[in-house]
């Protein structure tokens, strides 16, 4: 069995790229998708992030700005979007200018934003 703690020392030297590159590596090598791990990883690592130059913007963040008249379906979508349970996705979705993603791909910024503008929340896109 590998040594933990020397797992953890060496992927928590990664730089954000090499990351991203990883999960890319795990997913199509386990045929799974780690869209919300990723946005955790990009949390975790945002004042590291903010301190690099940034030429064009490649890390949007999907805020909600209003749950509408469906909110059942836009916590659905939530949950399905994030590895949140039901009470924080519910929190997540009474609360305006929530952070449903952050520092994810133009993509999936964009699919999250149909998916979650299709259940009726009013959504942008920072």
């Known amino acids: 069995m590998a040594d933990l703690n020397k797992l953890v020392e060496e992927l928590s030297a990664l730089s954000v790229l090499e990351a991203a590159e990883l999960v890319k590596a795990l997913e199509e ?10 946005a955790a990883v990009a949390v975790a690592a945002g004042p590291a992030a903010a301190a690099e130059p940034e030429e064009e913007k490649t890390e949007f963040d999907v805020v909600l700005k ?12 939530i949950r399905q979007l994030t590895s949140l349970g039901l009470v924080e996705a519910k929190n997540m979705a009474e609360t305006a200018g929530s952070k449903i993603l952050t520092a994810v791909s133009k993509e999936a910024a964009a699919d999250a934003k149909g998916k979650l503008e299709a259940a009726g929340a009013v959504i942008e896109v920072a």
Request: hydrophobic letters at 50%; zero cysteines; aromatic letters at 4%.
């Open 66 to 77: 209003d749950a509408g008249p469906k909110k059942i379906e836009v916590i659905k979508v």
């Open 29 to 38: 090598k386990w045929g799974v998708s780690a869209a919300a791990p990723v």
